[in-house]
């Protein structure tokens, strides 16, 4: 099967989920490329927004060929980008099928643009497309209540759901969560993303007598990740008594403002690669994320795939809750988070059964699998209507 994955977004904004996908889908036998428009804004990427390439290449990553264009976006004019984003990827869709001719699916990354790209380009040429949502509902509420009360993205994404020939989600809880919006007429399957297995493999941690227990958060320095919370619940253990540190890295943990909030027994990385996230988690015994808002963070697959527990809020949705290794409070509750992680310091796991446990949820194989029939079933259900 010839299938082309299209992000909303991707390097230097994230979205190797996409990429994780392509490569287990090409390790079936299937044909995959990725094709990608990805805007920049000068206000925060200055660098990258007069540096970085102003015409479409292609390049290969892990294997995957990777066709891409950088759109320079003005800043405050939200519809005049999606629309010329919208129409940069269907003029990139007309030379990738000359090129490679035509997918027989079309597998968009969030409705928000790519869905939407992806219809437009099904009615034009035929092709099935797929969605996978991947944005939380905190993402639409921040971008819609900027345009007021009838937001005008809400029908053109709605149109984008009701064509697809499958909506998939990252988790159980997000098309109700999202109902608000799009209503809830659609037959929405839950398909996670990929943790790499094999490279967060578990690890024995060393024996915790007479040395001191490691707590690492690795998110972004934002309001939605809670680290005031969590900065607050670490103090408490500290008043307390307990022998534990807080290790934490992401873009905007070195910045004044974070290290004006740390105290003793807390450290800070900033934003940090692949490699030494692994190196992170394997020197540390439980992870924390106080977060407000999720749709599916792969942080906790990742930290429970090395065979430690995590602690987190409600947020988070069921399909990650494994037994024994995940650890729920509310959300703000800087108390409950405080005797979360004091529980977790006392509390002895089967850190190769909670590893386990992430394999047959997120691996490679198991999400490639899932796709793979999905999508057989989207082509074998639109192939009759376009003969």
């Given at each position: 099967?010839?299938?082309?994955?299209?992000?909303?977004?991707?390097?230097?904004?994230?979205?190797?989920?996409?990429?994780?996908?392509?490569?287990?889908?090409?390790?079936?036998?299937h044909e995959v490329r990725i094709m990608t428009n990805v805007q920049l804004g000068?206000?925060?990427?200055?660098?990258?927004?007069?540096?970085?390439?102003?015409?479409?290449?292609?390049?290969?990553?892990?294997?995957?060929?990777?066709?891409?264009?950088?759109?320079?976006?003005?800043?405050?004019?939200?519809?005049?980008?999606?629309?010329?984003?919208?129409?940069?990827?269907?003029?990139?869709?007309?030379?990738?099928?000359?090129?490679?001719?035509?997918?027989?699916?079309?597998?968009?990354?969030?409705?928000?643009?790519?869905?939407?790209?992806?219809?437009?380009?099904?009615?034009?040429?035929?092709?099935?497309?797929?969605?996978?949502?991947?944005?939380?509902?905190?993402?639409?509420?921040?971008?819609?209540?900027?345009?007021?009360?009838?937001?005008?993205?809400?029908?053109?994404?709605?149109?984008?759901?009701?064509?697809?020939?499958?909506?998939?989600?990252?988790?159980?809880?997000?098309?109700?969560?999202?109902?608000?919006?799009?209503?809830?007429?659609?037959?929405?399957?839950?398909?996670?993303?990929?943790?790499?297995?094999?490279?967060?493999?578990?690890?024995?941690?060393?024996?915790?007598q007479g040395r001191t227990f490691r707590f690492c958060c690795l998110a972004n320095y934002i309001p939605l990740k809670g680290?005031?919370?969590?900065?607050?619940?670490?103090?408490?253990?500290?008043?307390?008594?307990?022998?534990?540190?807080?290790?934490?890295?992401?873009?905007?943990?070195?910045?004044?403002?974070?290290?004006?909030?740390?105290?003793?027994?807390?450290?800070?990385?900033?934003?940090?690669?692949?490699?030494?996230?692994?190196?992170?988690?394997?020197?540390?015994?439980?992870?924390?994320?106080?977060?407000?808002?999720?749709?599916?963070?792969?942080?906790?697959?990742?930290?429970?795939?090395?065979?430690?527990?995590?602690?987190?809020?409600?947020?988070?949705?069921?399909?990650?809750?494994?037994?024994?290794?995940?650890?729920?409070?509310?959300?703000?509750?800087?108390?409950?988070?405080?005797?979360?992680?004091?529980?977790?310091?006392?509390?002895?796991?089967?850190?190769?059964?909670?590893?386990?446990?992430?394999?047959?949820?997120?691996?490679?194989?198991?999400?490639?699998?899932?796709?793979?029939?999905?999508?057989?079933?989207?082509?074998?259900?639109?192939?009759?209507?376009?003969?």
């Open positions: 099967m010839h299938i082309l994955e299209v992000p909303s977004f991707f390097q230097p904004h994230g979205g190797l989920f996409c990429l994780e996908q392509a490569k287990a889908l090409k390790n079936l036998g000068i206000t925060v990427e200055l660098h990258d927004y007069f540096m970085l390439p102003c015409r479409r290449y292609e390049y290969e990553m892990d294997g995957i060929t990777i066709y891409q264009s950088y759109q320079r976006g003005l800043p405050k004019v939200i519809q005049f980008n999606v629309k010329r984003w919208v129409a940069i990827v269907r003029s990139m869709f007309a030379e990738y099928v000359k090129k490679y001719g035509r997918p027989d699916i079309i597998h968009a990354h969030c409705a928000k643009w790519a869905g939407y790209a992806a219809m437009l380009i099904s009615r034009e040429y035929g092709i099935p497309y797929v969605i996978t949502e991947h944005l939380s509902k905190t993402i639409f509420d921040d971008e819609f209540r900027l345009v007021g009360n009838t937001p005008w993205q809400v029908p053109l994404l709605t149109e984008a759901y009701q064509h697809a020939a499958k909506l998939l989600s990252v988790s159980d809880e997000l098309p109700e969560r999202l109902a608000v919006y799009f209503g809830k007429n659609y037959q929405w399957e839950t398909v996670s993303n990929i943790v790499d297995t094999d490279f967060y493999q578990y690890r024995q941690r060393e024996p915790l680290y005031d919370i969590l900065f607050s619940a670490f103090r408490t253990l500290r008043e307390k008594g307990l022998n534990v540190e807080l290790h934490i890295a992401g873009r905007g943990t070195d910045t004044a403002d974070c290290r004006s909030q740390l105290t003793d027994g807390m450290l800070t990385y900033g934003l940090i690669d692949k490699q030494t996230v692994r190196e992170l988690l394997y020197t540390s015994d439980a992870l924390v994320l106080a977060s407000r808002s999720e749709a599916q963070p792969l942080v906790l697959l990742e930290a429970m795939s090395t065979g430690i527990p995590v602690v987190s809020t409600e947020v988070i949705p069921q399909n990650l809750r494994l037994n024994d290794g995940c650890f729920i409070v509310p959300v703000d509750d800087a108390n409950a988070l405080a005797d979360a992680m004091e529980h977790v310091v006392n509390t002895s796991i089967d850190g190769q059964l909670l590893s386990q446990q992430v394999a047959q949820l997120a691996s490679a194989r198991v999400v490639g699998e899932k796709l793979d029939k999905v999508f057989r079933e989207a082509v074998a259900d639109t192939t009759p209507h376009n003969a």
